[in-house]
C-alpha cells in the first residue's frame, strides 16, 4: 500500500513498528537475561551492558522500520523474493 495521505502514512509507520519491534524484543531479552546471569560482571558493568543492548535495539528497531516503510512505499522487494521463481511462496 502505498500511503496518500498523512493519516495513511502514520498508519505504515505504526503498524511496521509494532510489527519490528515484536519482532525483535525476544533477542533483546535474551541479552538482557545472558547479561544479568554473567558472574564475570560487576553490578555496574550489567546495567552498562544492559544500557548498550537496550540502545542498540532502539536503533535497529528503527533502522528496519525505516527500511521497511521505504520499501513498501517504493515497491522494493526482499532479497529472498527477488530470488524465487513466479508463483513459489
Known amino acids: ?27 533483546l531479552v535474551k541479552l538482557i537475561q545472558d ?11 550489567k546495567q552498562d551492558e544492559i544500557s548498550l543492548h537496550m540502545m542498540g535495539y532502539v536503533k535497529s528497531c528503527t533502522n528496519e522500520i525505516i527500511i521497511q516503510v521505504l520499501s513498501e512505499i517504493l515497491g522494493l522487494e526482499d532479497e529472498d523474493e527477488e530470488k524465487k521463481c513466479p508463483g513459489q511462496v
Open 1 to 27: 500500500m502505498v500511503p496518500v495521505k498523512k493519516e495513511d502514512l502514520r498508519k505504515l509507520v505504526t503498524d511496521t513498528t509494532v510489527e519490528i519491534y515484536e519482532e525483535l524484543t525476544p533477542q
Open 35 to 45: 547479561t544479568k546471569k554473567n558472574i564475570e560482571l560487576t553490578e555496574g558493568q
